[in-house]
């Protein structure tokens, strides 16, 4: 728990010294109990349940003070939340190697399968959006509440040459802020890379200053980056993973394909596909995020069912000051009832 005002926790002093004052004036009534003994001071403590009776109404409102004290320094914890206007990119490679069928049928068609459930099980108020990369990246779908365009858009992916983590990643920050005026043409289609190629990428509006935060703290926006391989082509993965970490945007990385790579037939050869755990952890330590390994289609089905725990639930530092003020006047209210119940006074 923090406090956002916390110097008025000093007057949590007076709560002792309240009770030293409490015990102070039961001190002063017993010494006047004795020199003067009367009935009607010895009835009250006799009665069932008098001396408790006499010592909770104060108790209560010693307690309601204390609440009342630590309102007025604004405290706020770590709360879950649900999130507010989510979008979600999922980031799918759809290079030749997702053929591979260590995962059956093969790793794309398992991949199709358990994202077309991430998406139908999430809220219906979450956004997301579709971005195919192999040797450059598309995006296929832009973010949209309808899950069947989501489901549509992930049945049309279709596999191409080469592997630009990099590009998925860039492509799907400029999917989520159209007005930073992220240059893609250079980024993701730079000659560098090979020859330009016309794809379908989002809209540059004009651009936005754009000013750097922590990394990881931007509790409405997320990428899920999907991949069985190394990158082959396109610029380097963290390169993007900063672009991402600077916008304070998680990368969630999903490692899709079993430890020891596969061979993959193209064009009447069988080539090694190897898989890059290391790049795809240092994306996801880069942004704040988590690194999943899913070797079969049930297995990135559970980690699907973690990432939207991870990512519709929010860890955030809320208020709760109002809360800790009502418990207050519950806690005084309650006090003096008592008070006038059992002693027909004021505490």
């Given at each position: ?227 069985d391989g190394r990158r082959t082509t396109g610029p380097h993965p ?39 755990e290391e790049t795809l952890k240092a994306v996801a330590d880069l ?61």
């Amino acid at each position: 728990m923090k406090f956002i005002w916390p110097e008025f926790l000093w007057l949590l002093v007076l709560a002792p010294l309240l009770v030293a004052l409490y015990l102070w004036v039961l001190r002063r009534k017993q010494l006047g109990a004795i020199r003067y003994p009367s009935l009607g001071l010895v009835r009250p403590a006799m009665a069932p349940g008098g001396v408790w009776r006499r010592h909770l109404p104060p108790a209560v409102f010693l307690l309601g003070l204390v609440a009342a004290i630590l309102a007025a320094a604004r405290p706020s914890a770590l709360l879950t939340l649900p999130s507010h206007e989510r979008i979600i990119i999922l980031a799918i490679d759809v290079s030749l190697s997702m053929r591979a069928s260590d995962v059956l049928p093969t790793r794309l068609a398992a991949a199709k399968d358990a994202a077309k459930s991430f998406v139908q099980e999430l809220p219906s108020d979450v956004r997301v959006g579709i971005v195919s990369f192999a040797g450059t990246a598309a995006l296929v779908q832009a973010p949209t509440r309808d899950r069947d365009d989501l489901v549509a858009a992930i049945e049309r992916l279709q596999l191409d040459r080469q592997t630009a983590i990099g590009s998925g990643i860039i492509v799907s920050l400029a999917t989520l802020f159209p007005d930073h005026g992220i240059d893609l043409e250079p980024l993701v289609l730079g000659r560098r890379w090979g020859p330009s190629a016309v794809v379908k990428v989002p809209e540059k509006k004009a651009e936005k200053k754009f000013d750097p935060v922590e990394a990881g703290s931007n509790p409405s926006k997320a990428i899920i980056l999907l991949t069985d391989g190394r990158r082959t082509t396109g610029p380097h993965p963290n390169e993007a993973a900063r672009m991402a970490a600077e916008r304070g945007v998680k990368v969630f990385t999903v490692g899709f394909g079993t430890a020891a790579g596969a061979q993959v037939p193209i064009e009447g050869y069988s080539i090694y596909m190897a898989f890059d755990e290391e790049t795809l952890k240092a994306v996801a330590d880069l942004t704040r995020a988590e690194y999943f390994h899913a070797s079969s289609g049930d297995e990135l089905k559970k980690v699907y069912n973690t990432l939207s725990s991870r990512i519709v639930l929010n860890k955030e530092h809320t208020e709760i000051a109002m809360l800790l003020a009502a418990f207050s006047a519950f806690l005084l209210l309650a006090a003096g009832s008592l008070s006038l119940l059992w002693t027909n006074r004021s505490v």
